[in-house]
């Protein structure tokens, strides 16, 4: 097996090398100049900052973010940057942060000022009912200040559709714009979700055989049973859970339907290749059946129990610490542990194998995703504010919106730099990118790395898009120069029992995923009175689910979940289905159209 493997690997490298031979190398980047003409110099000095900034004031902005995990000023590298560059800091708004649900957008709203920077999603009539609040600037007129974001005319006039507002207005820009084919899955070497497990630990029991979701269970019980402590000595849990994102439902009980190929639109889980679509409080559900797992989780004494009241952040420092054995998404358990020394150690979280996965993927959007950005109707200084967009937009600032859930390779020059034309890791990079953290240069304004990331949580382009000039993505984790790094323990013991070079390779290998094609699809408006029986539908769906994992017995189990069914059936859930299922199918319609 090694010795073939060997040979796989030398193969690969032979074979990225000669498709690199055929790729037309474009310019360098200019990352020099900015929108407006002005130096846009990536490093931070602090001798120098009153002159690098075309603005006089500075300036405090408020940028609304529906789907940031943080609230205040933007701090750290990322902040000095905005300063140097648009002499103005950040303060995030962030949903999320202040208890979750439309409570701050209504209030926001009724003051007639969401921010001076706003991003919202733009289905169910929210964005067409904040333009025509008026809540909204129209950009137009400063397009000519927007030459990154007006390449994406089609994302554009998606928008203009979504809103029936005039071709000439451009009230909202997509996120996640892309130049790639809609069935191309957007994510990279790993999906979105999947299921990540600490596969030291799954190998040293004996790598046990799992062909569903549920033979999970008795493999992580071993696991914690063998390892009971984590890094620091605390407790260790197979599973942990938080409520933060709980919206429809509850977040964690969705994600292992993507496993499966579905994903949500409101009560409704949707398949990625039409063939299904489900009510999430169906019996059999898919939904329900990852309640079940969770419920018996507890049962086995493998979920953790603060799951009910810790938060994101307390997660991720449980995964840190290698207090939790499992994650759904390769952005968490990955990110927070597979540091350099780990893998080195042999120590880390990678997919496992399951037989019967089919994982939800999402195609590129080459007209954009749901989540938008635009600027408040009542903003300072809008021309500053259009100038940041753009520069968002930009290679530059692409680069520089790194975050831990993507995959951008942050600042040439510091993370990463071209080696005869070809992009490789600074050693700096390696420690930041690579390892988790890294303490900032003092040019750079010193501090973390990971403290000073982009808080937004936007992605303008998606990382898998070529470098403008380059013909290498954003996404450094494709490079070549990187997959060649993926050579520690952990990365080998991992491709020699999968017999590939990385998840999406194995995936496909296995025809073990699904990609629902990107499209300008957008949900329509939902009448009032289905947002007011979705509301009252939907916490009882939480909170019941939230029960559902905790129940004593199966008797409760069903119970529990008999009552949800009963209560939301008599509040009018059925007719809040009625009209997921109509979006869900007209959805499909447009996917169809882009297979």
Known sequence: MKERFKKLLSFMLVLVLTLSLFTACGDNVDTNEGSNGTSSNTQVNDSDEENQSPYDEFITVDVFSSQANYQGIQSGWFGEIVKEKFNMELNIIAPNVAGGGDTLFQTRSA????????????????????????????????????????????????????????ETSIFAIPSSVSNEPATTPSEGLDLTFGPYLRWDYYTEIGSPKMSTLEDLLPVLKQMQDAYPTSDSGNKTYALSLFGDWDGNMMTLAKQPTCFYGYDELGFVLAKADGTDFQSIIESDSEYVRALKFYYEANQMGILDPESTTQNYDTLYNKYVDGAILFSPWPWLGQAAYNTTANKEAGKGFMIAPIEDLNIFSYGATPSGAKYVVGVGSKAQDPKRMVDFLDWLYSPEGIMMSTAQTAGTCGPEGLTWELVDNKPQLTEFGKEALLNGDATMPEEWGGGSWKDGISQLNFTTVLPIDTVEGYDFPYDYTQWESVIELNSTPLDVS??????????????????????????DYIAPAEPSEISTLRAQCRSIIVENSWKMIYANDDAEFDAILEDMQNTVNEIGYNTVLEFDMEVAKEQEAARAEAR
């Open 111 to 166: 003051a007639g000022n969401l921010g001076d920077i706003v991003m919202i999603g733009a289905e169910n009539g929210r964005l067409a009912d904040t333009v025509r609040a008026e809540l909204m600037l129209d950009l137009q007129e400063y397009s000519d200040r927007m030459p990154h974001i007006m390449q994406y005319e089609a994302a554009l006039d998606m928008i203009r559709t979504t809103i029936d507002s005039p």
């Open 494 to 519: 991992w491709q020699e029992e999968m017999d590939a070079l990385s998840t999406i390779e194995y995936l496909e290998k296995e025809n073990q995923y699904v990609v629902a094609p990107g499209t």
